[in-house]
């Protein structure tokens, strides 16, 4: 059990069957009356976020989320299955719970799946990916007065705003939370 007046960043507890992560807290200690704690906290399911007071004493249910780590191995359709590292057990996953990063894994890429009770809600990518542009408009000469970015679409089929200098063929660095280019790679 954790009570309100324990809540921190990152918190996970369990709420009306809904499981919640506190994202940001405030103890107030108002000039009369009683003390309370101001939550916004995410639902970990679904992704919504809301704003809550609590009574300090109010307590609830610890929520315990495994990550584990699984190798992506390939999609049939809707689901996509992925493999544990240590158990070699694979794991469909439906396409409905993956977010929009997924656009950035390839094949035999490591990515982290959420889960709580055994029910799988999520998947986090790595945060950083190295990618090639199979297709982008060659730069135009000279025109590098401005921070232009151009579209670029890389081997996963996702398409980011990159630079001028970048030509096709060329590895590029993504940040898979943001889905923005960071710097050129090593192929």
């Given at each position: 059990?954790?009570?309100?007046?324990?809540?921190?960043?990152?918190?996970?507890?369990?709420?009306?069957?809904?499981?919640?992560?506190?994202?940001?807290?405030?103890?107030?200690?108002?000039?009369?009356?009683?003390?309370?704690?101001?939550?916004?906290?995410?639902?970990?399911?679904?992704?919504?976020?809301?704003?809550?007071?609590?009574?300090?004493?109010?307590?609830?249910?610890?929520?315990?989320?495994?990550?584990?780590?699984?190798?992506?191995?390939?999609?049939?359709?809707?689901?996509?299955?992925?493999?544990?590292?240590?158990?070699?057990?694979q794991t469909p996953i439906d396409k409905a719970l993956l977010s929009?990063?997924f656009r950035f894994v390839k094949e035999n890429m490591t990515c982290?799946?959420?889960?709580?009770?055994?029910?799988?809600?999520?998947?986090?990518?790595?945060?950083?990916?190295?990618?090639?542009?199979?297709?982008?408009?060659?730069?135009?000469?000279?025109?590098?007065?401005?921070?232009?970015?151009?579209?670029?679409?890389?081997?996963?089929?996702?398409?980011?705003?990159?630079?001028?200098?970048?030509?096709?063929?060329?590895?590029?660095?993504?940040?898979?939370?943001?889905?923005?280019?960071?710097?050129?790679a090593k192929g």
């Amino acid at each position: 059990m954790v009570s309100a007046s324990d809540f921190r960043n990152g918190v996970t507890f369990e709420m009306d069957g809904q499981v919640y992560q506190v994202v940001e807290f405030q103890h107030v200690k108002p000039g009369k009356g009683a003390a309370f704690v101001r939550v916004k906290m995410k639902n970990v399911i679904n992704g919504g976020v809301t704003e809550r007071t609590f009574n300090p004493s109010d307590k609830f249910e610890n929520a315990y989320i495994e990550r584990r780590d699984m190798e992506y191995l390939y999609s049939d359709g809707d689901l996509y299955y992925f493999m544990d590292n240590e158990t070699y057990e694979q794991t469909p996953i439906d396409k409905a719970l993956l977010s929009d990063a997924f656009r950035f894994v390839k094949e035999n890429m490591t990515c982290k799946v959420l889960s709580y009770k055994g029910s799988v809600f999520g998947l986090e990518p790595p945060t950083f990916v190295d990618m090639e542009v199979t297709e982008t408009e060659p730069g135009v000469r000279g025109d590098t007065a401005t921070n232009v970015l151009k579209p670029a679409t890389l081997d996963t089929g996702a398409v980011v705003r990159v630079p001028l200098f970048i030509n096709t063929g060329d590895f590029i660095r993504v940040d898979t939370r943001t889905g923005e280019y960071l710097e050129r790679a090593k192929g």
